[in-house]
């Protein structure tokens, strides 16, 4: 077993002498790889015979033939030809999403590549505040890997219309950015009160330009002409909710960083790759690569933001091109290409050696010049963190009985029935009105016609008026069969208790399993508990290795499979269908909520009249 390994970073302008002493050959380097080809993210081509030289973790030469002094300390690394590449930089991402807590996270990416991370860790902080703002930070010293937190400024997304467990005002944005918690601003999901100028939102917009931080977006309107230019010219620099390459290239025409989502199921890059693919000619320079949310099996089998790199290609970007949208492109939308983003000369030496570019097949990974991963393996041990209770213990509800789940009709017959038509794979929800037939007074769930209820229930903190609410509904298109339930603490962004099923009984079965586990994802198999993957932190994340999660969130797919569902994934799905702030028809525990383009949200009920 390896001894614990706690990463050290040094400042630049603590050694500035050593580095220039090193790249004039006047002092021993601490690492020297020789004989690579280079890909310079800078100009955008491939240097053969290049060596690269550094010490205190920083570079200090690049070039040709070097004539840099090594002693016994030194290590040098004979690339033999294989390429040199910058370490990737994953621009907008959501730990939480992976099921793994922060530091399994960075175990399972640092392997494929990934040497900074900027996590909005909004997740977590709908659950516990700014508690948790604070504890990711703590969470990631002495981790080798580069951490940017952006501070999450919608929580919750919509007040008002949904309740989370916190509720984040100006003050705590401009105290995290005080207090150095976070770098940047998280995404700004709330764009119809930032385009409609909502005096609250634009407060915290105001906390962040006050702060002179990065601020980033998220506009998932089609609306390209006012609206954007209206959510740009509050200071949002950059969006990861463009779908297609006309979305791509509206943003990068009016100077917003288009960050091209490719995740577990937002699919959204290889439509908006063409932006570039159909247009070579054209300045990609706002043009990034992020993976938004992906579960621990794409962390761990498909290596994260290597699959995205992997599918650009895939899909007809030059690899050099690829890798300039994880690297130098997002280090400059992030105003920190001063530090990261290239192989350059006083830049941190964050390093991939690769013997296989169209391949992306990374051998070996450096973290400010020390070797943290070779041929897929951590070489460093990173001790667990202990959390504290109050981040263990997060579910707050008593035991649910099946009579909870009816949903009852008493005074129409036929009523007309607003119901979620789940489209796998899209986060979108549309919205379609059914007539449905009143049985003993009360509306049930109808697995031949595709029909199951959700609800989404508060499940935080006791809180005056908000305990004890939930929204009721109806969703079509999963294909779960009679007696079957789904139930989860990951139901974006509240993450109240989210209950679908056909039948009240599988409901509350599915529901107490995870009010006694404190959180994570049930599933009921015709009356009997199939599966639970247990998330006990924040009902989030568990705490295993990225291997050990993949392989329970492959268990728990087969679960969901024996419900008759025919769809991958579909816990992805389902965990947005409490995300109002996406257009179309979301639930929330106050109800419905639906939203049109160029409309505000607004609560709508369950039976038309």
């Known amino acids: 077993m390896k001894e614990p390994y706690i990463h050290h970073r040094e400042k630049l302008s603590d050694v500035t002498r050593d580095l220039a002493a090193v790249a004039m050959g006047n002092k021993a380097a601490d690492l020297l790889i020789k004989n690579g080809k280079l890909v310079n993210v800078n100009v955008g081509y491939i240097q053969e015979n290049i060596d690269v030289a550094v010490s205190h973790g920083f570079i200090a030469y690049v070039g040709p033939n070097a004539k840099i002094m090594t002693d016994e300390h030194t290590k040098v690394v004979d690339a033999a030809g294989r390429y ?73 997304a919509l007040p008002g219309l ?6 984040i005002s100006p003050e705590d944005v401009a105290a995290a950015y005080d207090h150095g918690w976070a770098q940047l601003q998280g995404e700004q ?22 702060a002179g931080v990065v601020a980033t977006g998220h506009y998932p309107s089609h609306e390209l ?126 390093i991939l050696i690769v013997s296989d570019l ?56 036929k009523p007309k029935v607003r119901v979620m038509d789940c489209i796998p794979n899209v986060l979108e929800i549309p919205e379609v009105i ?32 908000v305990t004890g609410t939930h929204g009721i509904g109806f969703i079509r298109g ?20 989210m209950v679908v099923g056909t039948s009240d009984e599988a409901m509350s079965i599915a529901a107490n399993a995870l009010i006694e586990s404190e959180g994570g994802i049930a599933i009921v198999v015709d009356g009997k508990l199939a599966y639970v993957m247990e998330l006990p932190l924040a009902g989030l994340m568990c705490l295993e290795s990225a291997e050990v999660a993949a392989a329970r969130v492959i268990r728990l797919e087969e679960a969901i499979a024996a419900t008759g569902c025919p769809h991958s994934k579909m816990e992805m799905t389902l965990s947005f269908a409490a995300l109002p702030v996406l257009e179309e028809l979301h639930i929330t525990n106050r109800g419905y909520v ?11 009920p369950l039976i038309v009249k």
């Open 225 to 350: 002409e006012q609206g954007l230019n209206a959510f740009i010219a509050t200071g949002q620099n950059a969006c990861h909710e463009l779908t297609d390459k006309e979305g791509a290239i509206r943003r990068a025409e009016l100077g917003m960083y288009a960050q091209m989502r490719y995740g577990t199921a937002g699919y959204d890059m290889p439509n908006a790759i063409k932006a570039y693919t159909d247009n070579p000619g054209i300045d990609d320079r706002f043009f990034c690569m992020v993976t938004d949310d992906v579960d621990p099996a794409t962390v761990y089998h498909d290596g994260q933001l290597l699959r995205v790199v992997r599918t650009a290609i895939q899909q007809g970007v030059p690899p050099v091109k690829a890798i300039q949208y994880v690297t130098i492109n997002v280090a400059q939308m992030l105003e920190k290409a001063r530090w990261i983003g290239s192989i350059s000369p006083a830049k941190a030496a964050d």
């Open 162 to 167: 949904e309740d989370a467990g916190a509720m």
């Open 434 to 465: 059914l007539e449905m037939e009143a049985v003993d007074g009360e509306l049930k769930a109808d697995p031949e016609k595709n029909l199951a209820k959700i609800f989404d229930i508060y499940r935080h903190s006791p809180d005056y008026g």
């Open 358 to 413: 169209p391949g992306m097949v990374i051998d070996q990974v450096y973290s400010d010049g020390v070797l943290v991963a070779e041929n897929g393996k951590m070489t460093v041990n990173v001790p667990p963190y202990d959390y504290p209770d109050w981040a263990l213990h997060s579910i707050f509800l008593d035991k649910m009985t099946p009579d909870f789940f009816r949903i009852s009709a008493e005074e129409i017959e």
């Open 84 to 156: 040199i590449v910058p370490g990737f930089i994953d621009g907008h991402m959501h730990i939480e999403s992976s099921m793994l807590d922060p530091r399994n996270f960075a175990c399972g990416v640092l392997p494929n590549g990934v040497t900074t991370i900027c996590p909005d860790n909004h997740e977590i902080t709908n659950v516990l505040g700014m508690k948790a703002v604070k504890l990711f930070h703590d969470v990631m010293e002495g981790v080798p890997i580069k951490c940017f937190l952006a501070m999450p400024v919608c929580v919750p």
């Open 189 to 210: 999901m709330n764009f119809v009160g930032m385009i409609l100028g909502d005096p609250k939102v634009h407060a915290i917009n105001k906390a962040t330009l006050d």
């Open 594 to 604: 639906l939203l049109k383009e160029g409309k505000a949200p607004e609560l709508v």
């Open 478 to 497: 999963i294909g779960m069969r009679a007696n079957c339930a789904y139930a989860s603490t990951v139901a974006h962004d509240c993450h109240n208790l």
